[in-house]
């Protein structure tokens, strides 16, 4: 029992060392789609806007707060580091049901150890009553 103990915490231990861990103060790079354009949607309808993070820097990238610009749009980040080189994804929802101008724009700030620590995207559309 104790050899699967030790077996299973070596392979626990030899997992974590794949990534680098997450240093307070460590800034990385991203490169983020600035910019998500759902065409014409229909009023009530749900925009999912997808923006493709990349982390071009040498620490891993790590989210803080992700937030739309009013109540209709709701964001996800990643809840996992994206270590350099490797990609993630931001999804923001946005719901039409009580917009009522033609030409939708609202904004995704986000959050991360990146300088600027602030970064924000944003997402379009046309309103078809």
Known sequence: ???????????????????????VGQKTTMEITPEFDAGTVVKGEIINAHFKVENT??????????????SCTVAEKPEEPIQPGETGEIIAEVNT????????????????????????VKIKAILKK
């Open 1 to 23: 029992m104790k050899k699967l103990v030790y077996l299973s915490l070596s392979m626990f231990l030899f997992a974590c060392n794949q990534e680098q861990k997450v240093e």
């Open 97 to 120: 049901e009580n917009l009522n101008s033609r030409e939708i724009s609202k904004s995704v700030t986000i959050m991360a150890n990146t300088e600027p620590s602030l970064t924000v």
């Open 57 to 70: 820097g040498d620490y891993p990238l790590v989210f803080g707060e992700v937030r739309g610009s009013c």
